[in-house]
């Protein structure tokens, strides 16, 4: 069982910033993809953005390119996502994910993530 630690989160204005952090137990996969599902009230959940641990290729819905950023931090199995210029439209709950990669791709669907963390809201006010 892989155990995902999330970090940060909380209620900034629009424009504003914020960073979220994933600590995992373990890397479990050979192409071991770690990332970010949101999900509103009522909403499906979506993808958001993900990285392949270790190589290092990251993945961004198109709502969030050029706004947020995703890393990591081998040593610490860490996973970052920073977020720039947040809109109201950011606000969700914000869930770190673990899943086993496709062809040496991450692939930003709910239903392939193994393990979930708890999720950490992020409010944005206009």
């Known amino acids: 069982q892989v155990q995902l630690v999330e970090s940060g989160g909380g209620s900034v204005q629009a424009g504003g910033s914020l960073r979220l952090s994933c600590a995992a137990s373990e890397y479990r996969y050979s192409t071991n993809c770690m990332g970010w599902f949101r999900q509103d009230p009522g909403k499906e959940r979506e993808g958001v953005a993900a990285i392949i641990t270790g190589g290092g290729s990251t993945y961004y819905a198109d709502s969030v390119k050029g706004r947020f950023t995703i890393s990591q931090d081998n040593a610490k199995n860490t996973v970052y996502l920073q977020m720039n210029s947040l809109k109201p439209e950011d606000t969700a709950m914000y869930f770190c994910?673990?899943?086993?990669?496709?062809?040496?791709?991450?692939?930003?669907?709910?239903?392939?993530?193994?393990?979930w963390g708890q999720g950490t809201q992020v409010t944005v006010s206009s």
């Open positions: 994910a673990v899943w086993p990669g496709w062809f040496s791709y991450c692939i930003l669907e709910s239903s392939r993530v193994a393990y």
